[in-house]
């Protein structure tokens, strides 16, 4: 299965754990969506990182994606919920580790 | 060595306040509802005003420094104790304590929570409660406005919790400027989830909820941060170590607010 599918089933099934083990040990995640509904973007550092920072966002329900389209082997469609406010989004892997991890992923306006 | 009040030291993070600030040889008196140097309610004027005047009797000359620690959480069920305890309690007794504080140029230190950066604010009652100043008449008006909401609900309480606790920080902040120009130092510590008698027998749904806050020092365990985490930052915020240091939200919650708000550097 590839990284980007792995991607959007964490994020579906809001697995915070699973989202975690696809990224390398010194991934960057950068969201700029929220900065459309007038909030900082989202930055998560590292799998443990980023395992803390979805697992407080799904388990209150400050964030989840929907109607999700893959699009080729790094890049997907999604509509990403914040708070309750829908962005059109699209996510990139701009960049992988030399173990095939994913190590930088980049979520912007669609 | 010094003299230094604390509130809420009869246990939890204060307890623990007290008993670092003994071990270094200071006079310390603890404030609390019982078991304590001078038992009072401080979410009552009576109860503030008790331990001013009782302050002011046994020291006439100063004090070093000042904790306001005492507080009740989110679910304590009764939203006006919040609003009393958590805001007035600290604002009312620290403005009545500052002339001792300024006397031998001490500091004090408020406890907030890391809780204040999370958005779950209302910012209306915060304005409200900033204005107030430490008129009894606005703390009376804002209880008014307060008993209409419903107190069985958790989030409610959670959200007038939070609310009283950014005020204060925000308290500290305006007053900072003005109070360390009369040689006062005054600073706040935002802690995370502290491990306490009530986290310890907590069911799995509030045990879950915690989760969600992760604390990233912990990372991997159930662990909660412990009381003397946050009270050896009180003791060093208070302490002359501390003697450039004012105005200053003081997050102690092993990175927890980081993780959430890495965006927000200042």
């Known amino acids: 299965m590839t990284l980007i599918r792995q991607y959007v089933n964490a994020m579906v099934n809001r697995d915070s754990v699973a989202l975690s083990k696809i990224f390398s040990e010194t991934a960057i995640f950068v969201d700029y969506c929220p900065k459309d509904s007038g909030r900082p973007l989202i930055h998560a550092y590292g799998p443990e990182g980023i395992d803390m920072f979805f697992r407080n966002q799904f388990l209150f329900r400050k964030f989840e994606i929907t109607d999700p389209q893959i699009v080729s082997d790094t890049q997907a469609y999604y509509y990403a919920i914040y708070n309750g406010y829908h962005i059109r989004a699209i996510a990139t892997i701009q960049e992988f580790s030399d173990d095939g991890e994913i190590k930088r992923l980049v979520v912007r306006p669609a | ?266």
């Open chain 2, 1 to 266: 060595m010094g003299v230094y009040i604390v509130t809420g030291g009869s246990g939890g993070i204060g307890g623990k306040t007290v008993e670092i600030l003994r071990s270094q040889g200071h006079e310390v008196i603890n404030v609390d509802l019982k078991d304590a140097d001078i038992c009072a309610n401080l979410a009552t004027q009576e109860g503030r005003d008790h331990v001013i005047k009782t302050v002011h009797e046994m020291y006439p000359d100063g004090i070093d420094g000042l904790c306001c620690n005492a507080g009740v959480s989110g679910a304590c069920g009764n939203l006006k104790l919040i609003i009393s305890l958590n805001y007035f309690g600290a604002v009312n007794l620290a403005h009545g304590l500052f002339d001792l504080l300024r006397k031998k140029k001490g500091s004090c230190v408020v406890t907030s929570s890391n809780t204040i950066s999370q958005g779950a604010a209302r910012p209306d009652i915060a304005d409200m409660l900033n204005y107030s100043q430490t008129k009894p008449i606005n703390e009376e008006r804002i209880l008014k406005i307060i008993e209409k909401f419903d107190d069985s609900n958790l989030s409610v309480g959670n959200s007038i919790y939070v609310t009283t606790k950014y005020a204060l920080a925000r308290w500290v902040r305006r007053v900072s400027a003005s109070w360390a120009a009369n040689g006062v130092r005054i600073n706040t510590v935002a802690p995370g989830n502290v491990s306490t008698p009530m986290t310890a027998t907590m069911g799995d749904n509030a045990k879950a909820a915690l989760a969600a806050l992760p604390i990233p020092t912990n990372y991997g365990t159930d662990d909660l941060m412990q009381p003397e985490d946050i009270a050896n930052v009180i003791v060093f915020l208070v302490s002359p170590l501390a003697h450039g240091v004012n105005g200053n939200v003081m997050f102690v919650d092993g990175g927890t607010d980081a993780l959430l708000n890495s965006e927000k550097v200042y």
